[in-house]
């Protein structure tokens, strides 16, 4: 309730997103003879992974084979096997969406958050393009038609009530800071990952730690070096964070990370920006993602929300979780019907799974022989 991604406030986005639209039908996976295309797949890892802090720890897409790869692969390929039953699902009911029906939403999100250009502006801020988006709006809308054509839902103004005194806490904003970061990224388990090639290549244990030590000084070292530099001229932070900076979707906003609470960083990050004095450059900080230097812009003090500013997000809220139930029971009841076919093996989840259960086996594995190894020595 509390976020201002506009993305968020829809509130089924996570469940719904798709992305625009593919013309590459290689199918890699077939949904009562609808095909689910390579092109559709790509795109939809590419931004799962830009998007996700996992995904930020190093090229995963170098080893596709990889732990951390395919958790992100999995997630993509069941939430595309979603959308595809529900997307047929509101076909068979003869559900349409209309450019009224987009311009009336998208007026209202206008209001809602105070202006076409804040929408811009966040837009802009998450890389998400205005045809995108109105993209995203559709299949969203469809799928609020679908839900409703399920099951009708009343919101009333008691429930909302109810919902903002059981909830207050939601409603309380914390301080919080702008700041923009350059991230070093240096993650030990990601460099065993890439050095033992997942696992598969072997690597007696005190040279793997000498190299992963090496690695380390050697990302510590140029944080430092870059530390130093913008320390005797701040004014180049934001030149530094697009060449430099490991986090790839703040590095193209030179750094920035919008405001946030101190709550949404890992501790070490969160308690050097919110004790930075504004525009200094600060000293490096270590945290498991690696080497950042923080920069603070501005800060906000801690606030509440009335309810009468709340409730109409509370409604929306409420109604999109109704929406949720119903549309995972449709779903549930799609997907025992239907007929799924995997053109490639490879993205078949039940697949995907036994190669993490292997993985996690192995690795269990190894961990029992070495300490069996150093209790008799």
Not at 20 to 32: E, F, G, L, P, T
Not at 202 to 207: H, L, Q, T, V
Not at 217 to 230: I, M, S
Request: aromatic share 6%; hydrophobic share 35%; proline share 2%.
């Amino acid at each position: 309730m509390k976020t201002k991604k506009i993305l968020a406030t829809l509130a089924l986005c996570t469940i719904l997103f798709t992305g625009c639209a593919v013309k590459d039908q290689n199918a890699i996976i077939k949904i009562n003879g609808k095909a689910i295309s390579q092109a559709k797949y790509d795109q939809m890892i590419d931004k799962t992974l830009s998007s996700s802090p996992i995904g930020k720890m190093g090229d995963l897409k170098a080893n596709k084979d990889g732990f951390l790869y395919l958790m992100m692969e999995q997630q993509v390929i069941n939430q595309l096997i979603l959308q595809e039953l529900l997307d047929q699902e509101a076909n068979e009911r003869g559900i349409k969406v209309t450019n009224k029906d987009i311009d009336e939403e998208l007026k209202r999100i206008i209001d809602q958050i105070g202006g076409k250009d804040i929408l811009l502006e966040t837009l802009k801020a998450n890389d998400v393009s205005i045809k995108d988006f109105k993209e995203d709006l559709k299949t969203q809308i469809k799928m609020k038609k679908l839900a409703e054509s399920v099951k009708k839902i009343k919101i009333s103004d008691k429930d909302c009530e109810e919902y903002y005194n059981k909830n207050i806490n939601q409603f309380n904003t914390p301080e919080q800071v702008r700041a923009s970061h350059i991230l070093i990224a240096a993650n030990p388990y990601q460099m065993q990952l890439q050095l033992t090639d997942n696992g598969k290549k072997k690597i007696e244990i005190n040279e793997l730690k000498s190299k992963i030590e090496k690695q380390m000084k050697e990302r510590e070292d140029l944080a430092k070096k870059l530390n130093k530099e913008l320390k005797a001229d701040p004014s180049k932070f934001a030149q530094y964070a697009k060449k430099y900076s490991n986090d790839e979707m703040s590095a193209k906003r030179g750094g920035d990370l919008g405001f946030f609470a101190k709550d949404r960083m890992v501790p070490e990050f969160a308690e050097v920006a919110f004790s930075a004095k504004p525009n200094t450059v600060s000293d490096v900080v270590q945290t498991q993602y690696g080497y950042h230097i923080i920069m603070v812009q501005d800060r906000k003090a801690a606030s509440t929300t009335p309810y009468k500013k709340a409730k109409s997000k509370i409604k929306d809220f409420l109604k999109n979780q109704h929406m949720i139930i119903a549309l995972d029971e449709l779903t549930t009841a799609a997907k025992k019907k239907a007929e799924i076919e995997y053109m490639d093996e490879r993205y078949n989840p039940e697949n995907i799974q036994k190669k993490l259960n292997k993985q996690v086996d192995d690795i269990t594995g190894r961990q029992v022989e070495e300490a069996k190894k150093q209790s008799q020595k």
